[in-house]
């Protein structure tokens, strides 16, 4: 238990279904992230929000839409994704973000299927 | 820009030998480098974070070693255990940016 919750753990979704990954984080952090793993890829970073405010937008497409109302959640809604789309979505939260001291803790992730 | 490098992608091992995971990076201006682990669909673990004014840092049999200068890290795993199948995965802690992740190690542990 990182004290970091995804839900769902597992998505199914066709390519014109609107869909919501949640995280929640008990940790007292300021800072969480989106990141996308696909097979065979790096980590990629989609979204950080900082205080709430969202300080980087990786370039990723605007069918992903993300939504920090506090500092213990974080939204990620979806809609008229592609197949290619499906991969594990990985939150995460740390105390501040590209400081000395930042160590990231990771949710289990959402392994999202788009069919 | 940064980029991360891990080598081998992938590594067959028998239980009881000790191995060496490899992590290179391209600019050695770093905070700090952290040794994440990944089971299958599953998140990362953190297991060790080796400030830039560190040479290493150990946990139980892991060890991890820094060289900055030349950008190189490697994670040393003694006497390696099923258990210890999984994947491994190095990232860089950069000044205003978020962690930057190689690709990972996948190592599988044979009994």
């Known amino acids: 238990e990182t004290g970091v919750t995804q839900t769902p753990r597992h998505l199914v979704m066709g390519m014109t279904n609107k869909k919501s990954l949640k995280c929640e984080q008990h940790?007292?952090?300021?800072?969480m992230y989106w990141y996308k793993q696909s097979a065979k890829k790096p980590l990629e970073l989609m979204f950080v929000?900082?205080?709430?405010?969202?300080?980087e937008n990786n370039s990723v497409p605007s069918r992903f839409s993300p939504e920090c109302p506090n500092s213990s959640h974080l939204f990620l809604h979806l809609h008229t994704l592609q197949p290619e789309d499906s991969a594990l979505y990985l939150c995460?939260?740390?105390?501040?973000?590209?400081?000395?001291?930042?160590?990231?803790?990771f949710g289990s992730g959402t392994q999202l299927s788009v069919l | 820009k940064q980029e991360v490098t891990q080598i081998p992608a992938a590594l067959s091992v028998p239980e009881g030998e000790n191995l060496v995971l490899n992590c290179s990076f391209t600019?050695?201006?770093?905070?700090?480098l952290q040794w994440f682990r990944q089971d299958p669909g599953k998140g990362l673990t953190s297991l060790l974070l080796?400030?830039?004014?560190?040479r290493e840092q150990t946990s139980g049999r892991l060890n991890a070693s820094l060289d900055k200068s030349s950008g190189r890290s490697t994670l040393y795993i003694a006497a390696s255990q099923p258990g210890d199948s999984a994947t491994y995965l190095c990232?860089?802690?950069?000044?205003?940016?978020?962690?930057?992740f190689g690709k990972g190690t996948t190592l599988s542990v044979s009994s």
């Open positions: 600019d050695s201006a770093i905070y700090n």
């Open positions: 080796i400030q830039s004014s560190q």
């Open positions: 995460a939260s740390s105390q501040g973000v590209g400081t000395d001291s930042e160590k990231l803790f």
């Open positions: 940790l007292g952090h300021n800072a």
């Open positions: 929000y900082n205080f709430k405010e969202q300080t």
């Open positions: 990232a860089v802690n950069q000044a205003g940016t978020a962690l930057i």
